[in-house]
């Protein structure tokens, strides 16, 4: 059985247009999608609180719910969005980012579940000094980058912007 070693598809060398200013708008889009994930839990940790009230206090025993209902809900913003056909979460979508594969395919669903994962799990053990990783190499990936094989590069529509000659 032979292993066939695809090449890296992104050269910063050659296609400095796709990863020109990554680094500072992958920071906005992180905020942008940590409201999007945190406002709906926000909101039911209040329904929650409201219904503890009505039922004179049965209801806040939901909120044992409240911590499985984030990581599933966060999984699955992370999955969808990134497994859909922009490869894009919301937040990237807005700064013009989207995540491929090193050998430059689209992501799919359980990688996007897995990179949030593994974001997570890397900012949280190492502390988030390991985001400086992105500062020592040519594709700016970051250490979950790097574990996965995946690339965070401007869209094409970006791209096409920054390597079209100036007027």
């Known amino acids: 059985m032979s292993i066939d070693v695809k090449p890296h598809a992104y050269n910063p060398a050659t296609n400095p247009e796709l990863f020109e200013g990554v680094l500072a708008r992958r920071v906005v889009a992180f905020v942008i999608d940590f409201v999007i994930i945190a406002v709906p839990v926000v909101l039911a940790a209040m329904f929650i609180f409201a219904f503890g009230l009505v039922t004179l206090g049965l209801g806040f025993a939901l909120y044992w719910l409240l911590s499985p209902a984030t990581v599933v809900w966060a999984l699955a913003y992370f999955g969808v969005t990134l497994g859909g056909p922009r490869s894009a979460t919301i937040g990237m979508r807005i700064v013009d980012l989207e995540m491929r594969t090193w050998y430059g395919a689209p992501a799919y669903f359980v990688?996007?579940?897995?990179?949030?994962?593994?974001?997570?799990?890397?900012?949280?053990?190492?502390?988030?000094?390991?985001?400086?990783?992105?500062?020592?190499?040519?594709?700016?990936?970051?250490?979950?980058?790097?574990?996965?094989?995946t690339v965070i590069i401007n869209n094409p529509a970006r791209a096409a912007l920054r390597s079209a000659p100036a007027r």
């Open 111 to 149: 990688l996007g579940a897995v990179h949030a994962v593994a974001f997570w799990f890397t900012v949280s053990f190492f502390t988030p000094f390991i985001l400086l990783v992105a500062f020592f190499n040519e594709r700016r990936r970051l250490l979950h980058d790097i574990m996965l094989g």
